[in-house]
Nanobody, 117 residues
Framework: QVQFVESGGGLVQPGGSLRLSCASS????????VGWYRQAPGKQRDLVAW???????YYADSLKGRFTISRDNAKNTMYLQMNSLKPEDTAVYYC???????????WGQGTQVTVSS
């Protein structure tokens, strides 16, 4: 069974940093294009970043330079390092394989990130 379990969210002040983790099972992250998404209240779920099997990465333009996506192949876990956080980054963050996200499959519970002073 494919499963993604997100963790590491919480309350952080503007300008702060947070690292999210995504523990994955039933899929080998290093052989797929995998990424992070987020959904703010009242808004659609948007792609934040992805990393493919060759190590190429993509970031949403508004996040470029602040967020970094990475994998730990031994742990089959991916991460999202978030720096210089802004209130507009407040959302529930999810991880998934891109192909599954397109199909609407295998979404987990996500982890809440709240940026507020």
């Amino acid at each position: 069974q494919v499963q993604f379990v997100e963790s590491g969210g919480g309350l952080v002040q503007p300008g702060g940093s947070l690292r999210l983790s995504c523990a994955s099972s039933g899929i080998i992250l290093s052989t797929n294009t995998v990424g992070w998404y987020r959904q703010a209240p009242g808004k659609q779920r948007d792609l934040v970043a992805w990393i493919n099997s060759g190590g190429s990465t993509y970031y949403a333009d508004s996040l470029k330079g602040r967020f970094t996506i990475s994998r730990d192949n031994a742990k089959n876990t991916m991460y999202l390092q978030m720096n210089s956080l802004k209130p507009e980054d407040t959302a529930v963050y999810y991880c998934n394989a891109i192909v599954f996200g397109i199909k609407g499959a295998y979404w987990g519970q996500g982890t809440q990130v709240t940026v507020s002073s």
